[in-house]
């Protein structure tokens, strides 16, 4: 999903006007065929349209196996709003995949289809509701059927249209067969909110998606792929109005929660997800992954941002610190084997980055040894205010109630989500809790580990219980553990203060220690994303340190892998 300024968005929504009408114009790859299709959505109403390339010089009546994309982004105008409206032949989202994959000339079909009210087809989205859940269904189950189809397909795509391949894992259509998803939406409310609390991008981004959808085609498009994308705005603000609840358990969001709807799904996956992630976050990641069946399932989880698994940044380094060849082979071992029907492969289930930049394969995340050590937090107060931020200078940074362990006694390994429990007493309703915790180096610079925030809905005295963001981070020897408990973290939520001061009258988190040294690793290396994240710190004084400081309960040191 990209961000872009409210601003931009409704600029271009004003300029958008329906394309002159002009006959398509084919523009294939050399290694492909090129035809577009129109096809029923499920619905009774829509119909959706599929850009599909088949492996150029292949026979008509030769069967495939099929890898499909379902998106809002495959628009022949372009992928975002601010794209013109001349291009021609299919969108080239995923042209980079096919160039890296070789996956034509392997004797793959590579299908595209726009999600209703995207592109060429019919309708109007919502927000990962029903609609596109039925889109996708159909889409699948369309390009199973096909004459040309061997009855088998993989679906692939990244954020949005990884989402699209978790709404197929949620339908389970015939024909699927596995999927990849990178840096996906696990449920629409969990975009949009974490507990309550709205994230940065709440507002700009669902606007922006809406005027995605309003896009007309290219200038060769044919009168059916404009008539069938023509807007239908009766939904825009539906969608704008329902995603302003804050509550999980309305319909709106229970219908757009696949964590439900998918436990216990035994399509294989293959999962991306960063731990750095500044968009789609990783807060519902794990509770989604392990709530999956099968031993088919793999997952790379690192220390890098919303990116797909093989694109580099400006300098030519890889995003994901792993080479382009690694993460394409795999995708590659996994299609082949689940879609195409190969032998299985031997590839790690789950490969793990820590905040040291290396690499290892692991059975499961967070690792069965991991073992969750509880600890007494201190009482205090802290203002909600809006007045805290994580990571940043010593004004606007450890506004809250600290808490720091002694210097590590020894080098120690955090792999999982952090508990923090509290019981607060606050003055007005909605107040806002958030917590963090962070690696504090002997010079008192802090490092942010996991964070986390909830909603106080009542007022009074109550217990918040929750999770905090996931991480993989090792502790280095005389380094400490700093939990602070605060009213906002202003680089990442929109917090709205209700200027009260809240009382922290006791708290206690969790904190998932390995028991057991890792000391094989695969190769790979930083991120540039890492990178940035060390950089963002906090000053923590040694006055601070000295009237904060506490005792913890930490693990013993590491013992060898067996």
């Known amino acids: 999903m990209r961000l872009r300024a409210l601003a931009a968005v409704t600029t271009a929504v004003a300029g958008l006007l329906l394309a002159p009408v002009v006959p398509a114009q084919a523009a294939p790859r050399d290694d492909a065929t090129y035809f577009e299709e129109y096809f029923p959505a499920g619905d009774g109403v829509n119909t959706l349209h599929a850009d599909v390339l088949r492996p150029a010089g292949v026979d008509p009546d030769t069967r495939t196996p099929v890898i499909l994309t379902v998106s809002p982004y495959l628009n022949h105008s372009g992928s975002t709003i601010e794209a013109g409206f001349t291009e021609e032949g299919p969108n080239e989202r995923f042209y980079d995949f096919l160039d890296l994959s070789h996956v034509l000339d392997r004797g793959y079909t590579y299908v595209m289809v726009d999600l209703p009210g995207f592109g060429g087809s019919s309708g109007c989205n919502d927000w990962g509701g029903n609609r596109e859940q039925g889109a996708v269904e159909a889409a699948v189950e369309w390009a199973a059927s096909q004459p040309w189809s061997t009855g088998k397909v993989g679906m692939i795509g990244k954020s949005y249209d990884a989402w699209t391949g978790l709404m197929g894992m ?65 939904c825009y603000g539906v969608n704008i109005a329902m995603q302003q609840q804050d509550s999980p358990e309305t319909p709106f969001w229970l219908e757009r929660n696949l964590l439900r709807a ?43 941002d919303h990116v797909r698994g093989w694109e580099k940044n400006d300098d030519g380094r890889t995003e994901t610190g792993r080479t382009v060849e690694e993460f394409i082979g795999q995708v590659m071992r996994f299609f082949d084997q689940h879609v195409k029907g190969e032998p299985r492969h031997t590839d790690p289930a789950v490969e793990v980055q820590d905040n040291l930049g290396r690499y290892r394969a692991e059975e499961s995340w967070p690792p069965a040894d991991a073992t969750m050590l509880w600890n007494d937090l201190n009482p205090g107060s802290y203002a909600d205010d809006n007045g805290n931020r994580a990571t940043g200078s010593a004004a606007e940074t450890g506004n809250g109630v600290w808490t720091i362990s002694q210097p590590m006694p020894h080098r120690t390994w955090l792999a999982g989500e952090p508990v923090l429990t509290t019981r607060v007493n606050a003055p007005a309703p909605r107040s806002n809790l958030v917590g963090l915790v962070y690696d504090i180096a002997p010079d008192g610079t802090a490092r942010l580990i996991n964070r ?52 922290v009258e006791s708290a206690r988190i969790g904190l998932p220690f390995l028991t057991r040294d890792r000391t094989r690793f695969l190769d790979g290396g930083s991120t540039p994303r890492l990178e940035q994240h060390l950089e963002q710190t906090a000053p923590v004084s040694a006055e601070t340190i000295a009237d904060h400081e506490r005792t913890f309960t930490l693990p013993e040191r590491l013992r060898p892998r067996r």
């Open 452 to 503: 986390g925030t909830s909603l106080l809905r009542g007022s009074g005295e109550q217990v918040a219980t929750f999770e905090l963001y996931g991480q993989d981070w090792v502790l280095a020897e005389g380094h400490r553990l700093g939990v602070l408990v605060t009213g906002s973290d202003a680089n990442w939520w929109t917090h709205v203060p209700t200027n009260t001061t809240v009382t």
């Open 262 to 304: 998918t436990r216990g799904s035994d399509t294989p996956l293959f999962l991306t997800q960063g731990y750095l992630e500044t968009n789609t976050k990783p807060d519902a990641a794990f509770d989604f992954y392990n709530g999956l069946a099968g031993e088919a399932n793999r997952a790379w989880f690192g220390q890098f």
């Open 170 to 234: 949620a339908k389970d259509p015939d024909g699927l067969a596995a999927v990849v998803s990178m840096e996906p939406v696990f449920s629409g409310y969990n975009y949009l909110y974490n507990n309550g609390v709205r994230f940065l991008n709440s507002v700009a981004t669902p606007a922006l998606f809406q005027a995605i959808d309003a896009k007309p085609g290219s200038l060769t498009d044919s009168p059916q792929y404009h008539v069938n994308g023509a807007p239908q705005a009766w």
